[in-house]
């Protein structure tokens, strides 16, 4: 239960800055649970782990350009992070430079919109309305105005700007309900003709939804994992996705985690036999060593920071001692981690 026991070296080099040159053309670690063996191999050698009748489940939630660079009437740059919208419209955000961005503050963005601080929060966040013409956006135009004129969030560890690019390729081919703030990286893999040739391969497909939220940026701060908590997150677990997994696994085949945001998606919406229901809410599932896993049978996943509730989630399904023996392997021969980076298949 020590937080100390998901720590690993990596050199900043694996670090992936960018995606690989074609979405499909990542390398894939594949992980044997009941043996330990691992296997160096390709993403577009899925469909030799995968067997007619497994069923691959996607996240699809888009992640919102929500990076906002702009000036305050002072002349001095300013930057919001949305983070969450709340039900009157208003954003929590990130802000910078936060002491300057009190209450009454406002910050000049580009196509003709400003952010208004209503509030700091205790969080230390402040909560902005967006404004043009000193009117609030309706929902339709706040969508418009932010693919407009806002930045893809790219984590952390990305050590650059987002560009052109990443509009494409931070976002999965799955991409459909806007509220994400960070993508589900293990969907960034997949393109349409992939998914075509694997549901002709007899790979059954469906779709849930986690929207991402800032709580994975956030560090573990407890060193004994039964005092962490996920921030929680909205999901949505239609009733057609439970039934087409209640079919699958009766028939005998392997509900495949794309994520861990779709993997704490299903184990929320399964009961205790494994059985899915539709479900539409939060969820603060927290996986931790000891949980029983109920929905999901295999994982597709990145490879996550060290010490991360990610790494927990993933070292608790797949087995610590395995897990972390395959990530200092993938370390050894080069394979590139974060959000952009390779994946990993536990099976």
């Known amino acids: 239960m020590s937080l100390s026991d998901y720590a690993f070296d990596l050199p900043d080099g694996l670090i992936a800055q960018r995606p690989a040159e074609r979405r499909d053309g990542s390398r894939m670690l594949v992980l044997h649970r009941d043996s330990g063996a691992v296997e ?3 993403f577009a050698d899925l469909g030799e782990v995968l067997a007619p009748g497994d069923a691959l489940v996607f996240n699809d939630t888009r992640v919102v350009p929500a990076r906002l660079l702009g000036r305050r009437p002072t002349g001095g740059r300013a930057e919001l992070f949305l983070v969450e919208r709340y039900p009157d419209g ?4 990130l802000a910078r430079p936060g002491r300057t ?4 503050a406002e910050v000049v963005l580009d196509g003709g919109l400003t952010a208004h601080v209503e509030a700091v929060e205790d969080s230390g966040r ?5 404004l043009r013409d000193g009117a609030p956006l309706d929902v339709e135009a706040e969508e418009a105005a932010l693919e407009e004129i806002g930045r893809m969030p ?3 560890y990305v050590d650059r700007e987002a560009d052109a690019a990443d509009r494409e390729r931070y976002q999965t081919v799955f991409a459909r309900h806007r509220g ?3 993508a589900p990286t293990a969907g960034l893999h997949f393109t349409p003709e992939t998914v075509e040739r694997l549901r002709a391969a007899g790979v059954v497909t469906a779709e849930v939804t986690l929207h991402v939220g800032y709580g994975t940026f956030e560090p573990v701060r407890a060193d004994d994992l039964r005092d962490h908590r996920v921030a929680a997150e909205r999901i949505e677990v239609s009733a057609e996705t439970a039934a087409t997994l209640n079919g699958v696994r009766q028939a005998g085949g392997r509900v495949v985690a794309v994520g861990t945001t779709s993997t704490r998606a299903l184990e929320t919406a399964a009961d205790a036999a494994g059985r899915f229901s539709a479900v539409s809410g939060p969820t603060d599932l927290t996986v931790v060593p000891g949980y029983r896993f109920r929905a999901v049978d295999a994982l597709l996943t990145n490879f996550h920071l060290p010490e991360s509730s990610l790494l927990v989630l993933t070292a608790t399904f797949g087995g610590r001692e395995a897990v972390m023996e395959a990530y200092r392997h993938a370390v050894r021969q080069g394979y590139r981690f974060y959000s952009y980076g390779d994946c990993m298949l536990i099976v």
């Open 101 to 104: 961005l009190r209450a009454g």
């Open 40 to 42: 160096d191999r390709r």
């Open 154 to 156: 790219l984590p952390p």
């Open 90 to 93: 208003t954003w929590s955000a």
């Open 126 to 130: 402040r909560r902005v309305r967006l």
């Open 180 to 182: 994400a703030v960070a």
